[in-house]
């Protein structure tokens, strides 16, 4: 740990850390693919030993009520995104090393507008029985061949002789899988060394961190670093440094890439960034949800209204892909009922601390900007009647904290679709995740203009009836924004991580899930088996089903399957 050193010690520090880096580098080309695949089963087998004393170091830090329902998310964030994770790469590369596409075996159709979509969950019978109804396809840009996307599948493991040099990775404060999984994905993907340096909100997850990558570190191709912005900025300049990844808003990014105050934006002015060398990020934005109208009943628009508290306040509100602009039809009959579950749904949601730097005074100043902002309880702020012709902040800056608003837009079904495409693309900041919601009655009567309206939207994620969260937590899907962003307009980032199966160039991940639960799925003929999901905020067993997840992802048995279910249909 580098942040309680003198400034010269600190940079001495740092200097060793890239100079083992560099000395790591050829200890990795030299590795193999059986001995790559090899410590990524180390790396697996350590979370789960350091599982528990993870989840208890971000409950520490986020200050979650012992016993709360809510540590649930601490299970299923942390560790069990990186055992699926684990495991899905190393069987990416067990694919290589048998001379095969890690493609082989996933099934691919075609996608609208000449895409090729590629079915990555379920894959295997474990997800099929766990999330039953829950569905994600990755889709290639228009015009990429099947061939083109098997043949390119592996990306730096297609040739691990040719690293990429010494990354750095500067870690997210708020989802504690991100700094390992761009980790991961820095040294599978680009066959890039790393540096991480962690968020000085995550510091007590150094040691559970430094255990967790042990078999990397030894090897000499990981250091983990702390300290300030002062650490950062040293590190990601240091002239032996090849490359720099980063999560967080899009005004951090413009902080590292062209520096602070009018020097720094008189360079993203002209485009001659403070930072000169590649970057690649994951950032946030203003995520919408679209309330597509249908014949809803009162249990649909109760449980409706829940996954949308959840999009908000899971992990109290900050995260990259929370919902932060509901649309609704100014003429659906259901509209007014709808808007009084959500409003009961946010104010009865579990309380929590505002963990994060800033959020209160982020909920002020959204409170501030809006006179009919309504607080709801627990900090919680509903602001109703956006004005899609005025852009206001709560369309161009990301809260990151328990802020929601509400637009409404006119037209009938179809009308109202195609206003709200065009609204989430041109109106609202990032492209990270956008969320729809539809009956599957209205569903079936969209039937291509759907399919259609979803390949309209410029986003990284789109969800049908779940939260764009599950493609985070879907280890083979790429997690990102939409393609095509620069450095001086960067809305939710450039580039990808995650991406188990290694895809060269994605477009989008598409999700879709299940319209209700189960029971009620199958009284109403949907096919799915899935209770309510335990990332709800409301899921009364998520702390002791997450738990048995990451219990089940690191050792997937039929024996434990029982308990898990029981758990979860309790919630």
């Excluded at 170091?57 to 649930?72: E, M, Q, T």
């Amino acid at each position: 740990m580098t942040d309680s050193l003198p400034a010269t010690e600190r940079a001495s520090a740092i200097d060793r850390a890239v100079d083992d880096l560099v000395r790591g580098e050829a200890a990795w080309a030299a590795c193999g693919l059986a001995r790559r695949r090899e410590l990524l089963e180390r790396v697996g087998a350590a979370t789960a030993a350091q599982a528990e004393a993870w989840v208890r170091a971000a409950v520490a830090y986020k200050r979650l009520p012992d016993g709360s329902p809510l540590v649930g998310e601490e299970w299923i964030s942390g560790p069990y995104p990186v055992l699926t994770s684990t495991g899905a790469l190393a069987a990416s590369i067990k694919a290589l090393e048998e001379g095969r596409s890690p493609v082989d075996g996933f099934s691919v159709r075609r996608a609208p507008g000449g895409r090729v979509a590629v079915r990555v969950l379920p894959h295997s019978v474990w997800d099929q029985l766990l999330l039953s109804g829950f569905s994600a396809e990755v889709w290639m840009p228009p015009g990429v061949t099947e061939e083109t996307v098997r043949h390119r599948a592996g990306l730096g493991q297609r040739r691990p002789a040719e690293t990429g040099g010494v990354g750095v990775v500067l870690g997210a404060g708020n989802i504690t899988s991100i700094p390992v999984l761009d980790v991961l994905y820095e040294l599978y993907a680009h066959n890039r060394v790393v540096a991480l340096k962690l968020n000085p909100v995550t510091d007590g997850l150094f040691d559970v961190f430094t255990r967790v990558l042990a078999p990397l570190i030894d090897l000499g191709v990981v250091r983990i670093l702390t300290g300030g912005a002062d650490v950062g900025t040293y590190l990601v300049h240091h002239p032996r440094v090849g490359h720099v990844h980063m999560t967080g808003s899009a005004a951090t990014h413009d902080a590292i890439v062209f520096g602070t105050g009018p020097e720094g934006a008189a360079r993203k002015k002209a485009g001659t960034p403070l930072l000169d060398k590649p970057v690649t990020s994951e950032l946030g934005g203003v995520s919408p949800t679209i309330v597509v109208p249908g014949e809803w009943s009162e249990a649909d628009l109760r449980f409706q209204a829940e996954h949308i508290a959840t999009q908000r306040l899971h992990n109290g509100g900050y995260n990259c892909v929370a919902s932060q602009v509901v649309l609704v039809a100014s003429g659906w009959p259901q509209k007014d009922r709808f808007l009084a579950h959500l409003r009961a749904a946010l104010s009865d949601a579990p309380q929590r601390p505002a963990y994060y730097p800033g959020s209160d005074d982020r909920v002020a100043g959204a409170v501030a900007s809006y006179g009919d902002a309504e607080r709801v309880g627990g900090g919680r702020v509903l602001i109703g009647n956006l004005d899609p012709a005025q852009p206001g902040p709560a369309l161009t800056t990301e809260y990151f904290a328990p802020v929601l608003a509400v637009m409404e837009l006119p037209g009938d079904t179809r009308q109202f679709l195609a206003a709200a495409v065009n609204t989430a693309n041109e109106k609202l900041a990032g492209t990270l995740g956008v969320n729809l919601l539809a009956h599957p009655r209205t569903i079936a009567a969209l039937g291509p203009a759907l399919g259609a309206a979803i390949a309209e939207l410029r986003y990284g994620t789109v969800a049908l009836n779940a939260w764009t969260g599950v493609g985070y937590l879907t280890a083979t899907a790429p997690w990102g924004a939409f393609p095509g962003h620069t450095l001086d307009d960067v809305q939710s980032g450039i580039g990808v991580v995650h991406n188990a199966v290694l895809l060269d160039g994605p477009e989008r991940t598409v999700v879709r899930g299940p319209f209700r639960p189960a029971p009620r799925s199958i009284l109403h003929g949907e096919t799915a088996l899935s209770p309510k999901p335990p990332w709800f905020v409301t899921h009364r067993t998520a702390a002791t089903t997450g738990r048995l997840l990451t219990d089940f992802a690191a050792a997937p048995r039929w024996s434990a399957l029982p308990r898990l279910f029981a758990s979860a249909l309790r919630g």
